[in-house]
């Protein structure tokens, strides 16, 4: 991209986009934390496998790219369920075990996706127009608009469905003291299981979009996982809005890091501020109780 | 534990069983190695749970590997000292970061320090990895010295390159970490270490001084697993950032601890000892890609079914 020029667009196009699709990705973690109170660390191995199932499908069947998303969607779903049904028989510590067993789970799946699709990096190039955005000559990609335009439709969907249903308003219930939402009459393993099952369809949808804009390889979720739970802890749970900005400032942090120090100091970005928000705020990510 | 004669038996019979078998079997090459490494992991997995010992899970402890490494590699291609020296001083690096890590994460407890850790290894591996004119970055360093030969009264062991003599000098490492281990569970600070592990507020009300203890857990945890980290380089003769800072070996120790089991001192040595020739003697042959994916496998199991890990069978019976 030639925008030498105009790095500050350059900047915000590719901080926006980028922060958008972290929102995502942060959501479907949260969801299955705030209202399961599972910590699911192989969230990004789901994301890069539901990634290389879109890559597969574009791939080898010649599926457009486009259709790959439902699919993909509901794949990711029906496998987040089984997940649940595992997750709930663990027993105390219940947050430890299932940050342990998860672990196990994305070992497991590196390990499945090295054999299935070996080291090579990955990407899905489907051909979607472009455009220029006018007045600030900065090229920007049809995935890109692509990324932000479903990033955002499936955040407010989420936002829509917590916020104006009576099921959202049970989910959010539960995130908010379980043990409440019990004596008033909410099934909180349904609970839990409808939250594994929007979790799922999240990191369906996000996989494709993942495999279109960045480079597909078999450790690639671990980077998703920690921006899942960076964005997690900045926002708190269930807080959607939070949940945006925390993306839009992570994805413009990190691209301005990018220009002013190379892409390789880009991990770092993201450990240091999981980091520092761990010792300035601990109890973000545990902010269920009040605020 | 109320039987410490009987259940010091059988430990010392399989370290016996241990030292003598290369004696019996020549020409077990692939063996030496493969069993030489699990010692080397079982050491891992011995410093991993003495940090565990206070209820600590750690994903992160690749960085003390790491920085272990590392430091023991730059000490002998830069100066070009014996790794005599270098692997312990080396390991101090190891020693610092862990210093920094209580510092930061001292009001951490269970998941989140666990979430901590894992991005705590980041750190140091994108520093060494773009720290070109000190670490070649990412190029990593080859040819390293390798582990010298000794003499003791006209015997000649060659560390460097004798795989009998390796495995004899990880052999000694791991059974003086688990004696180590062992008189630590037996002695105060270990009781001190679970019963923060059990009820922080009951053992601080008792009179544990929780920062403290749980400091030096760390910084023994961290040191042993540094020192781990700088016989691993020099074993090889390379070092590179994805080689020691990985994920992998972050969750081997916590593997091994927990499917062998953390009430016992033995445990963390019996996972590895198993695990990890299975994996590489068995799954390895099978699987040549993915065959690491049984640890995620064994992990998932060991959790649901024996989640005080197998060395607690006999007492369960």
């Avoid at chain 1, 995130?175 to 019990?182: G, L, N, R, W």
């Avoid at chain 1, 960045?214 to 671990?222: D, I, N, S």
């Avoid at chain 2, 080396?90 to 901590?116: P, S």
């Avoid at chain 2, 059974?175 to 923060?196: C, D, E, K, P």
Wanted: glycine share 10%; aromatic share 12%.
């Amino acid at each position: 991209m030639s925008s030498n020029a105009w790095p500050w667009a350059y900047i915000f196009t590719t901080g926006f986009s980028l922060g958008s699709f972290y929102a995502l990705v942060a959501l479907g973690f949260s969801l299955i934390f705030g209202i399961a109170r599972a910590f699911n660390l192989a969230h990004g191995e789901l994301i890069v496998l539901s990634g290389y199932l879109a890559f597969a499908l574009w791939k080898f069947c010649q599926v457009p790219f486009l259709l790959t998303l439902p699919l993909c969607l509901a794949v990711m779903a029906l496998a987040a369920l089984p997940l649940c049904l595992l997750l709930r028989r663990l027993g105390e510590p219940y947050g430890l075990n299932t940050l342990v067993v998860t672990f196990g789970l994305a070992l497991l799946l590196q390990n499945l996706m090295l054999v299935l699709f070996s080291a090579d990096y990955r990407l899905i190039r489907p051909e979607l127009p472009g455009l220029t955005l006018p007045g600030l000559e900065v090229a920007v990609s049809g995935s890109q608009i692509l990324l932000v335009l479903l990033s955002l439709l499936a955040t407010g969907a989420v936002h829509l469905l917590l916020h104006r249903t009576f099921l959202g308003k049970a989910l959010r219930a539960t995130i908010q003291d379980p043990e409440a939402a019990q004596v008033a009459g909410i099934n909180i393993n349904r609970m839990a299981f409808i939250a594994f099952g929007l979790g799922g369809m999240l990191i369906g949808l996000a996989g494709p979009l993942y495999g279109q804009n960045m480079y597909l390889f078999p450790t690639a979720g671990v980077d998703a996982t920690l921006i899942a739970i960076i964005l997690t802890i900045f926002a708190g749970v269930g807080r959607i809005r939070t949940l945006l900005v925390g993306g839009w400032v992570l994805g413009l942090v990190e691209s301005a890091a990018i220009l002013a120090m190379g892409s390789r100091w880009r991990e770092l970005v993201a450990a240091a501020l999981l980091l520092a928000l761990l010792a300035w705020r601990p109890e973000g990510i545990a902010a269920r109780k009040q605020e | 534990m109320e039987k410490p004669h009987w259940s010091s038996i059988g430990p010392a019979a399989a370290a016996l069983a241990l030292a003598v078998w290369p004696l019996v079997f020549q020409d077990a090459s692939l063996y030496l190695q493969v069993m030489g490494m699990a010692c080397l992991y079982g050491t891992l997995a011995l410093a991993w749970n003495l940090y565990a010992l206070s209820g600590a899970v750690s994903l992160g402890h690749a960085a003390f590997f790491g920085l272990g490494a590392y430091g023991s590699a730059l000490l002998s291609h830069h100066w070009q000292w014996s790794t005599v020296a270098t692997i312990p001083l080396g390991a101090l690096a190891g020693l610092a970061f862990g210093i920094l890590w209580n510092l930061g994460f001292r009001r951490l407890r269970g998941v989140y320090l666990g979430l901590a850790s894992l991005a705590a290894m980041e750190i140091p591996k994108v520093i060494l990895d773009n720290w070109d004119s000190l670490t070649y970055g990412s190029m990593g360093m080859t040819g390293l010295s390798k582990l010298p030969v000794l003499t003791l009264g006209g015997w000649q062991v060659d560390l460097g390159f004798d795989l009998k003599a390796q495995y004899y000098l990880l052999l000694a490492l791991v059974l003086a970490t688990a004696v180590l281990l062992r008189q630590i569970m037996g002695s105060r600070w270990g009781w001190a270490l679970r019963a923060l592990r059990e009820n922080e507020t009951a053992a601080i009300a008792i009179g544990i001084r929780a920062d403290r203890e749980r400091a030096r857990a760390l910084l023994g945890s961290a040191y042993l697993t540094a020192l781990c980290g700088g016989f691993y380089v020099h074993l090889l003769g390379l070092v590179e950032p994805p080689l020691v800072f990985n994920l992998h070996l972050s969750a081997l120790p916590l593997i091994f601890s927990i499917f062998g089991g953390r009430r016992l001192f033995y445990g963390p040595v019996l996972g590895a000892l198993i695990l990890y020739p299975l994996e590489q003697l068995v799954f390895q042959p099978l699987f040549p890609m993915g065959h690491a994916g049984v640890y995620g496998v064994v992990i998932i199991l060991t959790i649901f079914f024996f989640p005080q890990g197998i060395s607690a069978w006999r007492g369960l019976k």
